[in-house]
Structures are given as structure tokens and as C-alpha cells.
């Protein structure tokens, strides 16, 4: 891993409706330890979203991603999980814990600059069209 610094990042997913099988990317984590740098993004696609599940609750959607944004940042309105270190945050957005909102399996990488760049990356490659 010379010349790059080691990174973990997972996708989360929307699964309207779990006996269906169908899923949408709708976000990104990415955690470096080195860098001590955790970043969440988010974006819903309302039209494909509604084309698998008409009925999908997309305000309480927006509600749980912008919760996982906030314990990303360690904003203290999002509790004492936001408190936690950075990894420990990571390990609590890339774990499942919802039907609908599902992570990947967590990958690793290399990044030779910003991991914040890798999250970019990430987003326009897996999550936008």
C-alpha cells in the first residue's frame, strides 16, 4: 500500500420492498483511520424510488439518512453515537439495522490524496446516474 492511504467505505442502499429483491444506491460512507476522517453523502432519486415502491415513505427516508449524516460529522444532536470515535461511527452506518435502508458488504481501498475525494468518487460512481 505504498504511495496511498487505506480506507474502508460501504454504500447504502434502498430496498422498498425486501421480498422484491430490488435496491437503489442512495449514499456512501467512507472512513480512513490515518486520516482520521469519516464522511457520509446522500442522494435520493425520488423518480426511481417511486417507480420500485409508489407507496415508499421518502420523508422518513430522508429523515434516517440525514440522522446517519449527522453522526458521520459528531454533530451532538445526533447523540451519544456521534460521540463515539470515528471507526465506532463507521461500524454503526455500514451495520444493518433497517429493512429499507441497507449497507453493503465494507470495502477498503487506497487513496493517494483526500478521502474526501474518495467519497466524491464513490457517489458519482455507484449512487448517481
Known amino acids: 500500500m505504498t504511495g496511498g492511504e487505506p480506507y474502508s467505505w460501504a454504500l447504502l442502499r434502498v430496498v422498498p420492498r425486501v421480498e422484491r429483491g430490488e435496491r437503489i444506491n442512495v449514499?456512501?460512507?467512507?472512513?480512513?483511520?490515518?486520516?482520521?476522517?469519516?464522511?457520509?453523502?446522500f442522494e435520493l432519486d425520488e423518480v426511481r424510488l417511486r417507480a420500485l415502491d409508489p407507496a415508499l415513505d421518502l420523508d422518513t427516508l430522508r429523515r434516517q439518512l440525514e440522522g446517519l449524516e449527522r453522526v458521520a460529522a459528531g454533530a451532538p444532536e445526533a447523540g451519544r453515537i456521534?460521540?463515539?470515535?470515528?471507526?465506532?461511527r463507521f461500524g454503526f452506518?455500514?451495520?444493518?439495522?433497517?429493512?429499507?435502508?441497507?449497507?453493503?458488504p465494507v470495502h477498503v481501498?487506497?487513496?493517494?490524496?483526500?478521502?474526501?475525494?474518495?467519497?466524491?468518487d464513490l457517489m458519482r460512481r455507484y449512487v448517481r446516474l
Open 27 to 41: 449514499g456512501a460512507a467512507v472512513y480512513s483511520r490515518r486520516k482520521r476522517y469519516l464522511g457520509f453523502a
Open 82 to 88: 456521534a460521540g463515539m470515535e470515528p471507526a465506532d
Open 93 to 104: 452506518i455500514a451495520a444493518p439495522s433497517s429493512t429499507v435502508l441497507q449497507p453493503s
Open 109 to 120: 481501498g487506497v487513496c493517494s490524496g483526500d478521502p474526501a475525494d474518495e467519497l466524491d
